[in-house]
């Protein structure tokens, strides 16, 4: 028996606040075990979506590190580097290269961007919006049609 305070805490129940400990601990452990799907297919957390003209071109999971080409003919070529965390415009053809300068989307820094979650190609009408998924878009919407991607490896 331990005395504090005029209170007395037997050993019942220090193993009572022990074993609580333990099970709660375990539960936190065994969370990954109880995802959807096995390991590796699970719904990517992060989209983009780009629009040409105000018209939606594509939306793309990002699940894995490659590059997407824009290109709109007539010189007007966009290049974006996707990974699972983020996306930017690693070049651009316009002539003011502001979309370049706007630097990567991140859900960590996406509140401090002036465009928060988007990156704007005025020129060239290029409009590139990083979407945190709550539920995945059906199957049929995601990828777009002509567009050109490069895995990084």
Request: proline residues 8%; glycine residues 10%.
């Amino acid at each position: 028996m331990i005395r504090l305070s005029k209170k007395m805490i037997h050993k019942k129940d220090i193993v009572l606040i022990g074993s609580l400990l333990a099970l709660a601990a375990g539960a936190f452990l065994a969370l990954p075990f109880f995802r959807r799907g096995p390991i590796g297919t699970q719904e990517p957390r992060l989209y983009i979506r780009y629009q040409v003209g105000g018209e939606e071109a594509a939306l793309l999971p990002l699940t894995r590190e490659e590059r997407v080409v824009v290109n709109q003919g007539e010189g007007k070529v966009n290049t974006l580097r996707v990974w699972p965390g983020g996306v930017e415009m690693e070049s651009s053809s316009c002539h003011n290269q502001l979309c370049v300068y706007q630097g990567p989307v991140t859900p960590d820094n996406w509140d401090s961007r002036p465009l928060m979650a988007m990156i704007v190609c005025a020129p060239h009408r290029l409009v590139v919006e990083l979407l945190e998924a709550a539920e995945p878009p059906p199957a049929s919407a995601a990828g777009g049609e002509g567009e050109n991607h490069e895995d990084i490896r």
